[in-house]
């Protein structure tokens, strides 16, 4: 009898297709019993089902005898625009909102550089979207007005360094990302996260990264694709914090390797070091989709394939 004892995945991208490969590591002899969710069935290549099912929270489950899976994942093609385009009769209407709303301050004033990146994420998150849109309906003006002050903006606060105190206005703190390493816990946790557990939803405990730097990402890739001397510039922060919430490397000595994603599952778990009374919670997967979808983009702003993929792939399965 084969007891199951861990696995690995692995994934092959050809054209708009991702091909999964599920390995189980088992003891004993025999390929291992193992129930599939209905989100396997979906894309499981020839599988050949026991007589084994019961019901669950996640749907039937049906059992396969099998040491591997091979899963054929279609990955989306959506990348800086909707696959409709916006008709060209509501253009003139929606130059005229964008005109109010790229003045905004919602998530930026009281939730800023010296309280939470969090919600100042959503913020430069909105501005990049804004962005695109004056694009689209070709108001280059006010795009190239937002990308200019909120790019500024994001460069400030990801070279920014521990200053001034927190909690005292005009003191200068930006409650600062930094890198927390150790032989265990390695990743990018806010300053206020590391000294205080419940701060920043549990940044220093790892809690919410996809969901914060999803926004960080996404803001990143839309104002980096017009501008090479500006993305060379915050590559290497992008970058930092791309792998702290999704790196795919075995050899990245610096953060652990896919830290929320669980594959098997599909979605993500948004818990950190802290356990819940009630088990781990994924909590928002609008933020999850909306983190690989940052993720999908930043590859492409960067014409690397390799992290693209990676980015269609996750937000495919989430």
């Excluded at 929270?57 to 625009?81: F, H, K, M």
């Excluded at 919430?245 to 950190?272: E, M, Q």
């Amino acid at each position: 009898t084969a007891i199951l004892t861990g696995g690995s995945v692995n994934a092959i991208f050809s054209g708009n297709t991702a091909t999964m490969t599920f390995s189980f590591t088992t003891t004993g002899s025999g390929a291992p019993l193992v129930f599939t969710m209905p989100h396997h069935r979906d894309i499981l290549s020839s599988p050949s089902y026991t007589t084994v099912q019961m019901p669950s929270l996640r749907g039937l489950l049906r059992a396969i005898r099998s040491s591997t899976w091979t899963l054929t994942e279609p990955l989306t093609t959506i990348n800086w625009q909707a696959a409709r385009p916006l008709p060209t009769s509501t253009y003139a209407d929606i130059q005229a909102a964008l005109a109010v709303e790229k003045n905004t301050t919602n998530d930026q004033v009281g939730n800023g550089w010296g309280v939470s990146p969090y919600y100042y994420g959503k913020y430069i998150a909105k501005m990049a979207r804004l962005v695109l849109i004056a694009q689209e309906v070709g108001d280059t003006a006010t795009a190239n007005e937002i990308a200019t002050r909120v790019k500024g903006e994001i460069s400030s606060y990801l070279t920014a360094t521990p200053t001034g105190t927190a909690g005292v206005n005009g003191s200068g703190y930006r409650n600062a990302l930094l890198y927390q390493g150790g032989a265990t816990w390695k990743g990018v946790s806010t300053e206020n996260g590391l000294a205080d557990m419940g701060a920043d939803f549990g940044s220093g405990r790892f809690n919410d990264h996809h969901f914060h730097y999803g926004y960080w990402i996404y803001a990143a890739a839309v104002f980096a694709k017009d501008d090479a001397s500006w993305r060379a510039t915050v590559k290497p922060y992008i970058d930092a914090l791309v792998r702290d919430i999704a790196n795919p490397s075995l050899t990245d000595t610096y953060f652990p390797r896919f830290r929320y994603k669980d594959w098997f599952v599909g979605h993500s778990w948004a818990s950190g070091l802290v356990g819940i009374d009630v088990g781990p919670d994924q909590e928002s997967t609008s933020e999850a989709i909306n983190a690989w979808y940052g993720v999908q983009l930043w590859g492409l702003a960067n014409n690397n394939t390799d992290v693209m993929n990676l980015g269609r792939l996750m937000l495919a399965t989430e």
